[in-house]
C-alpha cells in the first residue's frame, strides 16, 4: 500500500492550502487517518486524525483553521488549511493505520511527505 499526498506548496499568512492523501491498494479495515507535520529540527506531530467512528482530533494550534475531512470508504483522506501561519510550515506527512488482511495486526503507514511553507 502507498499513500500519495498532493496538495502542499507555498502561500502567504493567511492564505490556504488544502491537502490530499489517496491510498492505492486495499485495507481491510481502517481504525484511523490523518495528517502529521514535522517542521526542521522539531518531531513529527499530529495535526489532525478521524477514526473509523467518525470522531476526529485536532491539535490545538490548528483548532478552528483545518479541518480532516474522509470519504465514507476511506480511500482517501484531506485536510483543509485556513488562515495559515508561519509557524505552520513544516512537511506534512499523511498516515493510515489499518489491516491489509483480517488476520494482520494493525499497522501504521506514511506518506512520502508534501512540503508546506507560509511565507511572505
Given at each position: 500500500?502507498?499513500?500519495?499526498?498532493?496538495g502542499?506548496?507555498?502561500?502567504?499568512?493567511?492564505?490556504?492550502?488544502?491537502l490530499?492523501?489517496a491510498?492505492s491498494?486495499?485495507?481491510?479495515?481502517?481504525?484511523t487517518?490523518?495528517?502529521?507535520?514535522q517542521?526542521?529540527?522539531?518531531?513529527?506531530d499530529?495535526?489532525a486524525?478521524?477514526?473509523?467512528?467518525?470522531?476526529?482530533?485536532?491539535?490545538?494550534?490548528v483548532?478552528?483553521r483545518f479541518t480532516?475531512?474522509?470519504?465514507?470508504?476511506k480511500n482517501?483522506?484531506?485536510l483543509?488549511?485556513?488562515?495559515?501561519?508561519?509557524?505552520?510550515t513544516?512537511?506534512?506527512?499523511c498516515?493510515?493505520?489499518?489491516?491489509?488482511?483480517a488476520?494482520?495486526?494493525l499497522?501504521?503507514?506514511?506518506?512520502?511527505?508534501?512540503?508546506?511553507?507560509?511565507?511572505s
Amino acid at each position: 500500500v502507498q499513500l500519495v499526498e498532493s496538495g502542499g506548496g507555498l502561500v502567504q499568512p493567511g492564505g490556504s492550502l488544502r491537502l490530499s492523501c489517496a491510498a492505492s491498494g486495499s485495507f481491510y479495515s481502517i481504525h484511523t487517518m490523518g495528517w502529521y507535520r514535522q517542521a526542521p529540527g522539531k518531531q513529527r506531530d499530529l495535526v489532525a486524525a478521524v477514526t473509523s467512528d467518525g470522531s476526529t482530533n485536532y491539535d490545538d494550534s490548528v483548532k478552528g483553521r483545518f479541518t480532516i475531512s474522509t470519504d465514507n470508504d476511506k480511500n482517501w483522506v484531506s485536510l483543509e488549511m485556513n488562515s495559515l501561519k508561519p509557524e505552520d510550515t513544516a512537511v506534512y506527512y499523511c498516515y493510515v493505520q489499518g489491516r491489509r488482511r483480517a488476520w494482520a495486526t494493525l499497522s501504521d503507514y506514511w506518506g512520502q511527505g508534501t512540503q508546506v511553507t507560509v511565507s511572505s
